[in-house]
């Protein structure tokens, strides 16, 4: 038997900062909130869990990747709320449209183009 996932945890400097983004960017529905935790879950249900803690971002670390309907005005929305470009939308060589953002605290998340064909979610 193999494990599944049960939840993302993002750490954040700032629970509000980060909710802006993950939340009203990326529509992700709030679950809880106490303290320094948020809870979020995506259409599929995955939770995400935002952390507010000291933490260090890294390009090495483990990127969290969205697939979202609107890809350029997606983008468009994260960097008005708070977030950082890093790669503009564009296809890559495997064919799949994507873009590179950094969120309030560094971390990087990818945002794809969701496919009419995609069955992700």
Known sequence: MSAGLHRLIVSVSSIDAALA???GVLGL????RSGELA???TDDGTELMLHER?????DAAVAIAFAVEDLEGTVARWEA???TV??????QPW???MAVVRDADGHI???NARDAGDTSD
């Not at 000291?54 to 890294?58: G, L, Q, R």
Request: proline content about 7%; overall charge positive; charged content about 25%.
């Open 21 to 23: 983004l993950y939340r």
């Open 29 to 32: 529905r709030l679950t809880g």
């Open 39 to 41: 809870w979020l879950r």
């Open 54 to 58: 000291p933490a260090e971002a890294s």
């Open 81 to 83: 709320a708070g977030g």
């Open 86 to 91: 890093l790669d503009a939308p564009i296809t």
């Open 95 to 97: 064919g799949e449209r």
């Open 109 to 111: 998340v990818c945002l």
